[in-house]
Structure formats: structure tokens, C-alpha cells
T-cell receptor
Framework: DVKVTQSSRYLVKRTGEKVFLECVQDMDHENMFWYRQDPGLGLRLIYFSYDVKMKEKGDIPEGYSVSREKKERFSLILESASTSQTSMYLC??????????????FGEGSRLTVL | GQQVMQIPQYQHVQEGEDFTTYCNSSTTLSNIQWYKQRPGGHPVFLIQ?????EVKKQKRLTFQFGEAKKNSSLHITATQTTDVGTYFC??????????FGKGTKLSVKP
């Protein structure tokens, strides 16, 4: 079975702190994604990556950056956390070819609270 | 940019009743996926539709892709309490990304 592991299930941070959310997948997938999920807004794409060291902005990249130094790991970075970034963050991976993203496998999510 | 509308936002049904959620796109789609998220869980892939007019069934679930490839539906026959959760459609974007609808939250009264 594909396993997508997010490093922290729950985090509490203070405004202005730098926050790292780590995601690791074990199925050699090319594509990796970071979404945030908020009530009534569904899943919104922050960043995605289709190869090592490659990254593409999603719909809401402001205030976030990402890093993909190794194929299995995709990190989401909040340079200076704000209360508006309090949310559930979901990482996903897929084996996609071209523009066919393929089935997404999600991690359990990281619930971030910024005080 | 690509827009997706999913309706209804909420649906409350009595156990045994049918349920349908609809997904509409502003552009022609290459494919569409459906996911289910149980309360407290993460989204889980249900199916992908690719062909115009495609209909696929999974037990009590029926998935349809419109002839124009701009809309899709998920229909559940005779709902059960295990069907509770939020159902999302997701559209294949032009950059190889996946754009999710806002979801339909289904509650089932026993």
C-alpha cells in the first residue's frame, strides 16, 4: 500500500514563527502536492511538484514556499506564520504521466494552529 | 482560471434514500476524479472518468461524465450510514495539477 506520512498531526505555533511541514511518500511517485482544507472552502492547492527540485504554484501560494530535494520528500514552509494560516494541511502524491495527474494518495493531515 | 462548482453543499437524507452530487466546470475537462472523505479522515480516491458520456458503477455508487465533458455526477442508491462523509470532485488542471470542488457533505439519519 502507498503510504504518505506527514511529520506532525498537530502543531501550535506563534505568529511570526517559521514553520516546516514535512511529507514523505514511499511509492516512488513523481508528483507531490500540498493542499490546505478549510470549512466551506474545500481543498485548495498551495504548491505542487512533478519532479525533484521542480515546483509549481497552485491557487494560493502566497505566504508559503516548498522544497523538494529528494523524490520522496516534499516540504511546505511558512516563512512567517500568521493566524490566517491556521488550517488543516494535506500532502498528497501520485504517479502521473503528462497532464494526467493520476490517483492522489493523501497523508493523514497536519492541523496547524497559529496563535 | 479553471472553475469548478459542486452542488449541493450539504445533503441530509434518511437511510435508504438516494443521494446525488453534481460537479460543473467552466471548461471542457480531460478527466475528472471523485474522492470521499470520512469525518476526521483524509480524502480517499473513488474513481476517475475519462471518456465522454462514461458511466461507471461501484456497488451502490454510479458515476457519470457528461457528453460535453463539462459536468459529472455521483449517485448513491439506498444510502447507508457508512456513506456519511464529504464527496469531492476533482478536475485535471492544465499543468498536471488537480483542482477540487468544495465538496458535498452527506449526513444519513438512521
Amino acid at each position: 500500500d502507498v503510504k504518505v506520512t506527514q511529520s506532525s498531526r498537530y502543531l501550535v505555533k506563534r505568529t511570526g514563527e517559521k514553520v516546516f511541514l514535512e511529507c514523505v511518500q514511499d511509492m516512488d511517485h513523481e508528483n507531490m502536492f500540498w493542499y490546505r482544507q478549510d470549512p466551506g472552502l474545500g481543498l485548495r492547492l498551495i504548491y505542487f511538484s512533478y519532479d525533484v527540485k521542480m515546483k509549481e504554484k497552485g491557487d494560493i501560494p502566497e505566504g508559503y514556499s516548498v522544497s523538494r530535494e529528494k523524490k520522496e520528500r516534499f516540504s511546505l514552509i511558512l516563512e512567517s506564520a500568521s493566524t490566517s494560516q491556521t488550517s488543516m494541511y494535506l500532502c498528497a502524491s501520485s504517479y502521473g504521466e503528462g497532464f494526467n495527474t493520476g490517483e492522489l494518495f493523501f497523508g493523514e493531515g497536519s492541523r496547524l494552529t497559529v496563535l | 482560471g479553471q472553475q469548478v462548482m459542486q452542488i449541493p453543499q450539504y445533503q441530509h437524507v434518511q437511510e435508504g434514500e438516494d443521494f446525488t452530487t453534481y460537479c460543473n466546470s467552466s471548461t471542457t475537462l480531460s478527466n475528472i476524479q471523485w474522492y470521499k472523505q470520512r469525518p476526521g479522515g483524509h480524502p480517499v480516491f473513488l474513481i476517475q472518468l475519462v471518456k465522454s458520456g462514461e458511466v461507471k458503477k461501484q456497488k451502490r455508487l454510479t458515476f457519470q461524465f457528461g457528453e460535453a465533458k463539462k459536468n459529472s455526477s455521483l449517485h448513491i442508491t439506498a444510502t447507508q450510514t457508512t456513506d456519511v462523509g464529504t464527496y469531492f470532485c476533482a478536475l485535471g488542471g492544465s499543468q498536471g495539477n488537480l483542482i477540487f470542488g468544495k465538496g458535498t457533505k452527506l449526513s444519513v439519519k438512521p
